[in-house]
């Protein structure tokens, strides 16, 4: 049972997933992942943060009976909708009938719409104050962070941050709640993965979101999934800026498809050709394998991609194709990007990507080149002009 009084009546209540294979259905989750919700014990009101997936409601249940006993909880904020928080409500609102749920105007349309629930909704709006008795909690909406409903929820004496997906990682809590008791390492790369795969889209609202956070103590950063941030906030924080605002590292992804091997021929080549001009982070992704989830979180770390794709039915190869549209989903801005295709006897890859590419808010190379066939000493010809143009740009 997870359950940490992390400071003076606040309660981690959250649990681990370790079975689900793929969060959204859609991103692998290898090392688990953990839905957290908190309690928060006034000397008046018992008040819950968020809920957990519905899968592991019943031992949520057991987590909040452990702290309250027969008390009754009675205030459930909901800072987010999505199902994996706000999955228990219906069980939360069955054991305690006379709880008030706190949201905003959107949150409440949700719940009807999920869950059928419209006795004691409460509506607040943004920078609204809830006493508990010895403890306040303001409501700060933070919109599109990661859906329309989104807010965070502070207690300003304690200085703790209920921040919603906002500073969130995938990894379920392997005995450490606290950052100070866990390796922080992995889970700041499984921050990086967690930014790309679900809130990269949303950057320009987070970025929003920092501003209003800005001059706000905080001690403690809550977020619904990876550990609590309380040594390591600065770096959360400032990893979530530079992500917001694009800021990369040294470093070039080269993501491929190849049928036969002769993209990847080419792609072998580039590799060596960068490594000689220093670049030591050279990240290559064979996309009709590779896990599309790390691909995202490399590209949204550093600063080079490659992109290289054989023509297929005349057009872009279907996994290199589902890279670039994620890509264009998540508006994938200040990185250098070069791209080249290869071909039988039509060269619609690279046509196909310049098409897509040059709609993007990137540095575009445009010294691409179609390869025919097999290698030759005109192609390494063309891609030696692509690498000095692309080299330059990544300066
Ligand atoms: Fe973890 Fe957007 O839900």
């Given at each position: 049972m997870n359950i940490y009084e992390f400071a003076q009546g606040i309660f981690y209540i959250g649990v681990n997933d370790r079975?689900?294979?793929?969060?959204?259905?859609l991103w692998s989750l290898p090392n688990g992942v953990s839905y957290n919700s908190y309690l928060v014990k006034g000397d008046n009101k018992i008040a819950l943060i968020d809920t957990v997936h519905a899968s592991l409601s019943l031992k949520y249940l057991d987590n909040i009976k452990s702290i309250i006993g027969d008390s009754t909880v009675d205030y459930l904020i909901i800072n987010h909708m999505e199902p994996d928080h706000s999955g228990a409500i219906s069980l939360i609102k069955s054991i305690y009938p006379g709880i008030k749920i706190i949201g905003n105007t959107k949150t409440a349309g949700m719940i009807e719409g999920y869950y059928g629930i419209t006795e004691n909704v409460v509506s607040i709006n943004d920078g609204d104050e809830l006493d508990l008795g010895g403890k306040k909690l303001k409501f700060i909406f933070t919109p599109m962070v990661h859906w329309p409903e989104t807010m965070m929820t502070i207690e300003q004496q304690a200085g703790?941050?209920?921040?919603?997906?906002?500073?969130g990682c995938y990894g379920a809590l392997n005995g450490g709640i606290v950052d100070q008791e866990l390796d922080v390492d992995t889970y700041i790369d499984e921050a990086y993965r967690y930014y790309s795969n679900i809130v990269a889209k949303y950057g320009i609202f987070v970025a929003k979101a920092l501003q209003k956070l800005e001059g706000i103590k905080l001690n403690y950063i809550c977020a619904t999934h990876g550990p609590i941030w309380h040594e390591q906030v600065r770096r959360i924080v400032d990893t979530y800026t530079r992500l917001c605002h694009w800021e990369s590292e040294e470093g070039v992804v080269i993501a491929y498809g190849s049928m036969y091997g002769n993209t990847q021929e080419m792609v072998e080549r580039i590799a060596r050709q960068l490594a000689l001009q220093g670049i030591k982070q050279i990240k290559i992704y064979n996309l009709s394998k590779a896990d599309l989830s790390y691909v995202l979180s490399d590209i949204c770390r550093y600063k080079g991609l490659v992109i290289a794709s054989p023509t297929y039915s005349m057009g872009i190869f279907p996994p290199v194709a589902a890279l670039v549209e994620a890509l264009k989903t998540r508006e994938i801005k200040e990185r250098v990007v070069a791209y080249f295709g290869s071909y039988t006897w039509a060269p619609m890859a690279t046509k196909k990507l310049a098409e897509i590419l040059q709609g993007m808010k990137v540095t575009l190379i445009g010294d691409s080149f179609d390869l025919k066939q097999s290698m030759g000493a005109k192609d390494e010809e063309a891609c030696d002009a692509m690498l000095k143009a692309f080299i330059n740009e990544l300066g």
């Amino acid at each position: 049972m997870n359950i940490y009084e992390f400071a003076q009546g606040i309660f981690y209540i959250g649990v681990n997933d370790r079975t689900t294979e793929k969060f959204e259905s859609l991103w692998s989750l290898p090392n688990g992942v953990s839905y957290n919700s908190y309690l928060v014990k006034g000397d008046n009101k018992i008040a819950l943060i968020d809920t957990v997936h519905a899968s592991l409601s019943l031992k949520y249940l057991d987590n909040i009976k452990s702290i309250i006993g027969d008390s009754t909880v009675d205030y459930l904020i909901i800072n987010h909708m999505e199902p994996d928080h706000s999955g228990a409500i219906s069980l939360i609102k069955s054991i305690y009938p006379g709880i008030k749920i706190i949201g905003n105007t959107k949150t409440a349309g949700m719940i009807e719409g999920y869950y059928g629930i419209t006795e004691n909704v409460v509506s607040i709006n943004d920078g609204d104050e809830l006493d508990l008795g010895g403890k306040k909690l303001k409501f700060i909406f933070t919109p599109m962070v990661h859906w329309p409903e989104t807010m965070m929820t502070i207690e300003q004496q304690a200085g703790v941050l209920f921040s919603g997906d906002a500073f969130g990682c995938y990894g379920a809590l392997n005995g450490g709640i606290v950052d100070q008791e866990l390796d922080v390492d992995t889970y700041i790369d499984e921050a990086y993965r967690y930014y790309s795969n679900i809130v990269a889209k949303y950057g320009i609202f987070v970025a929003k979101a920092l501003q209003k956070l800005e001059g706000i103590k905080l001690n403690y950063i809550c977020a619904t999934h990876g550990p609590i941030w309380h040594e390591q906030v600065r770096r959360i924080v400032d990893t979530y800026t530079r992500l917001c605002h694009w800021e990369s590292e040294e470093g070039v992804v080269i993501a491929y498809g190849s049928m036969y091997g002769n993209t990847q021929e080419m792609v072998e080549r580039i590799a060596r050709q960068l490594a000689l001009q220093g670049i030591k982070q050279i990240k290559i992704y064979n996309l009709s394998k590779a896990d599309l989830s790390y691909v995202l979180s490399d590209i949204c770390r550093y600063k080079g991609l490659v992109i290289a794709s054989p023509t297929y039915s005349m057009g872009i190869f279907p996994p290199v194709a589902a890279l670039v549209e994620a890509l264009k989903t998540r508006e994938i801005k200040e990185r250098v990007v070069a791209y080249f295709g290869s071909y039988t006897w039509a060269p619609m890859a690279t046509k196909k990507l310049a098409e897509i590419l040059q709609g993007m808010k990137v540095t575009l190379i445009g010294d691409s080149f179609d390869l025919k066939q097999s290698m030759g000493a005109k192609d390494e010809e063309a891609c030696d002009a692509m690498l000095k143009a692309f080299i330059n740009e990544l300066g």
